[in-house]
C-alpha cells in the first residue's frame, strides 16, 4: 500500500512558477503522475514519470511544466514554469497502474491518491 502526500500549491501571478512535491511512502509503482482538477471541469493527466525516469505530458503543459522523481527521496516533483489562468486547480499526485509496461496518465489507472494541493494562478 502507498500512501502520498502533496505540497507546494499556493497562489501566483501568471507567468510565474511553482514547484510541487509528492512525497511517497510504501510499495513503489512503475508509474506515477499528476492529476488536477479545474474550478467545473473533471479531474485530468497532466503528467506522468514511469520508474526509469520516462516522462509524458498534456498538450496543455507540454513544454511549461517539467515532472522528476527522486526515488533515494521517495519523492515526485511537478515544476510548473509560466502558470497561465487556466492552471487554476487541485493538484493530486498518483500512484499508478502500467499496461503492457506502459505509463497512462489517466482515471482508470489510477491505484492510490494524494489529498490535492491547490494551485491559483491570479491574471
Known amino acids: 500500500q502507498v500512501t502520498l502526500v502533496e505540497s507546494g500549491g499556493g497562489s501566483v501571478q501568471a507567468g510565474g512558477s511553482l514547484r510541487l512535491s509528492c512525497e511517497f511512502s510504501g510499495d513503489p509503482y512503475y508509474c506515477m503522475g499528476w492529476f488536477r482538477q479545474s474550478p467545473g471541469k473533471l479531474r485530468e493527466g497532466v503528467a506522468g514519470?514511469?520508474?526509469?525516469?520516462?516522462?509524458s505530458y498534456a498538450e496543455s503543459v507540454q513544454g511549461r511544466f517539467t515532472i522528476s522523481k527522486d526515488n533515494g527521496k521517495n519523492s515526485m516533483y511537478l515544476k510548473m514554469d509560466s502558470l497561465k489562468p487556466e492552471d487554476t486547480g487541485v493538484y493530486y499526485c498518483?500512484?499508478?497502474?502500467?499496461?503492457?509496461?506502459?505509463?497512462?496518465?489517466?482515471?482508470?489507472?489510477?491505484?492510490?491518491w494524494g489529498q490535492g494541493t491547490p494551485v491559483t494562478v491570479i491574471s
Open positions: 498518483a500512484a499508478l497502474l502500467a499496461s503492457g509496461g506502459v505509463c497512462y496518465t489517466i482515471l482508470d489507472a489510477v491505484e492510490a
Open positions: 514519470i514511469a520508474i526509469d525516469g520516462r516522462s
